[in-house]
């Protein structure tokens, strides 16, 4: 589908279109680890005896753990194969984490020679990421309120 000119910077001008069946792929891939996501979760509450705002992130931890594992696996396979890279490692696991596309791009610097820029970007995503889920947090009153505890 053409994207109105209009709306990219002036040295875009030409009309672009979306490839359809990447997309499309990335949507499915997408839907899919996000379930997986949501599996594990479930799973991992369920076998807790009375899960609360305090317990450990085990389930986010081992969600993290396996999809960098699965991304630097499949890296080097899905070079190449653009439609499974769409699928698998932009759809799947982008649902799934995006932790493991942050472990990716460290391997990928690293593997380059550039340790420095590694470095700053393990950094920068966690001191900014955490910082600002801590001033969203809050900012939105969660630190105020107590805590939300199942029963």
Do not use: Q
């Amino acid at each position: 589908m053409p994207i109105p000119s209009s709306f990219l910077p002036t040295r875009y001008r030409a009309p672009m279109t979306i490839p359809l069946l990447p997309a499309f792929l990335v949507f499915l891939g997408g839907g899919a680890g996000s379930l997986a996501r949501y599996m594990i979760a479930v799973v991992v509450d369920n076998a807790r005896a009375r899960p609360g705002p305090a317990e450990f992130p085990i389930a986010t931890l081992i969600v993290n753990v396996v999809g960098c594992a699965i991304i630097g696996s499949l890296a080097g396979w899905a070079a190449g194969r653009e439609l499974w890279r769409h699928g698998l490692l932009l759809g799947f696991l982008g649902g799934f984490t995006t932790f493991s596309s942050f472990g990716l791009d460290t391997a990928r610097l690293l593997a380059a020679g550039a340790p420095g820029k590694a470095a700053i970007y393990v950094l920068a995503t966690n001191v900014a990421g955490i910082g600002l889920a801590i001033l969203g947090f809050y900012l939105s009153g969660a630190a105020t309120r107590p805590p939300f505890v199942p029963e």
